[in-house]
């Protein structure tokens, strides 16, 4: 068990709200490194693991914003971001600081930011990659963004959450940094599921083709995680096609601003309105992989390849 470095932080109540996949492994390591921790979440019984683990259970967000010293909130989208912040700042404390983890563009942090700053209230960007799996052992990568003495006055805690803690720069460095990673992640899935049903139809051990990608120049993080999840057949990344369309309408708009051509991001985009229109905006990110899997049906299925990752 790790606990929070000495200093001011030693003491600080954190208020985490939005309990989702990411959110509870995130507010479940603060609980797990001594922080005190107060949760809340539409759906109070994905909170019941972390009371179970010392974390206390507020009523509403606004009753959670008032008990503690900092709030964070992760989220599923920049509206409900938005909502839940306005609900909370006259609630906050003096000198409270709002820590937000959710996946934003670079103008919504600004606007958002402002929006705080209006109340007294300075915010800290704080988008997360990694993947789910991670996150519930405490080591995601933490992109941080914002004013330096912000950032260590978090430090303890983003060391409670995470492994690696890069200090982006201003608020709205994050969140360019955020949407090329998780442009590269999707990137990567559709090159493994390509690579893989190469390996299929060309007659060779899945399984095998699966080690000895991991083991070439070829490989990459997503291979390893989510190619072996695609072999399962459970596709379960705990992250859907949803969000992989909001991540990538992200990336294309940056390409657009910064006059960069994204021609992979472009196809791979495609790829995922085609995933969305078969499966649902609901199906897990990895599905893409099905789509080869049903225009040539032939599915990419091996033995001994995990459902979740853990």
Same mark, same amino acid.
């Given at each position: ?28 390591? !603060? ?10 979440? +539409?759906?109070?019984?994905? $909170?019941?693991?972390?009371? $179970? ?59 958002? $930011? ?35 003495? !912000? ?8 060391? $409670? ?18 949407? #090329? ?48 999840? #695609? ?5 379960? #990344? ?9 991540? !990538? ?14 021609? !992979? ?7 995922? #309105? ?34 979740? +990752?853990?």
């Amino acid at each position: 068990m790790r606990h929070p470095r000495g200093g001011q932080g030693d003491n600080m109540h954190y208020g985490y709200i939005g309990l989702g996949n990411l959110g509870a492994a995130c507010a479940g390591c !603060l609980v797990k490194a001594g922080f005190k921790v107060t949760v809340y979440d +539409l759906n109070p019984k994905l $909170a019941e693991p972390l009371v $179970a683990m010392g974390a206390t259970l507020a009523k509403s967000a606004e009753d959670l914003a008032g008990a503690v010293d900092h709030v964070i909130t992760c989220l599923p989208s920049p509206a409900v971001s938005e909502r839940v912040l306005r609900n909370i700042l006259p609630r906050m404390k003096k000198g409270a600081s709002w820590v937000e983890m959710s996946t934003l563009g670079r103008d919504e942090v600004l606007t958002l $930011a402002a929006v705080a700053a209006e109340s007294g209230v300075r915010m800290l960007e704080l988008p997360v990659t990694g993947g789910v799996h991670l996150a519930y052992q405490g080591k995601i990568t933490m992109l941080a963004g914002g004013d330096k003495d !912000l950032f260590d006055l978090h430090h303890g805690a983003m060391e $409670a959450m995470g492994d690696r803690i890069f200090h982006m720069g201003p608020l709205g460095s994050s969140s360019i940094i955020k949407v #090329i990673t998780n442009m590269l992640a999707f990137i990567h899935l559709k090159a493994t599921s390509e690579a893989l049903m190469l390996a299929k139809r060309g007659g060779l051990d899945l399984g095998q083709a699966w080690h000895a990608i991991a083991a070439s120049s070829g490989n990459s993080f997503v291979h390893e995680t989510e190619g072996a999840l #695609i072999l399962n057949g459970s596709y379960d #990344i705990a992250f859907n096609v949803d969000l992989a369309l909001k991540d !990538l309408g992200f990336a294309l708009g940056f390409g657009k601003e910064f006059g960069v051509p994204l021609d !992979l991001a472009s196809m791979t985009n495609q790829t995922y #309105i085609a995933a969305k229109a078969a499966y649902g905006g609901e199906a897990q990110s990895p599905m893409i992989a099905k789509l080869l899997e049903d225009l040539l049906d032939t599915d990419l299925r091996a033995p001994g390849f995990p459902a979740r +990752l853990e």
